[in-house]
């Protein structure tokens, strides 16, 4: 995902102030979110997948507010996917905005079978 696809999906989301169905932003500043395991889930089926852009509040219209530490966000993310059945396979990327390190994930669809 190229720097300006990311300021794109940030854009969007920014303008209808809410998340969409394949756009999901999360803060994340020092750890992964509780709950990324189910929109990585939900993310797997739904046709197209979707991308998950760490590094963002909602509660201040999705501003960048930059992971800590990007490696250790990408490593205990792909430890996760790792956990699930099927693993997933998201391409994770880092990317900084305003100086501030947001982490990309785009998750595939999984075939059916």
């Known amino acids: ?4 696809e990311v300021f794109d999906l940030i854009e969007t989301i920014q303008a209808v102030d ?6 999901e932003a999360k803060k994340a500043k020092r750890e992964l979110p509780r709950r990324l395991w189910e929109t990585l889930s939900a993310f797997a089926n739904t046709p197209g997948g979707g991308v998950i852009i760490l590094g963002l509040d909602e509660e201040t219209g999705f501003e960048p507010v930059g992971v800590e530490d990007p490696r250790k966000i990408q490593s205990d993310l792909a430890s996760l996917c790792d956990q699930m059945e099927p693993p997933l396979r998201p391409l994770i990327e880092v990317h900084l905005l305003d100086g501030r390190a947001v982490v990309t994930v785009e998750v595939p669809e999984l075939p059916v079978e």
């Open 18 to 23: 809410s998340d969409t169905v394949h756009v």
């Open 1 to 4: 995902m190229t720097l300006t």
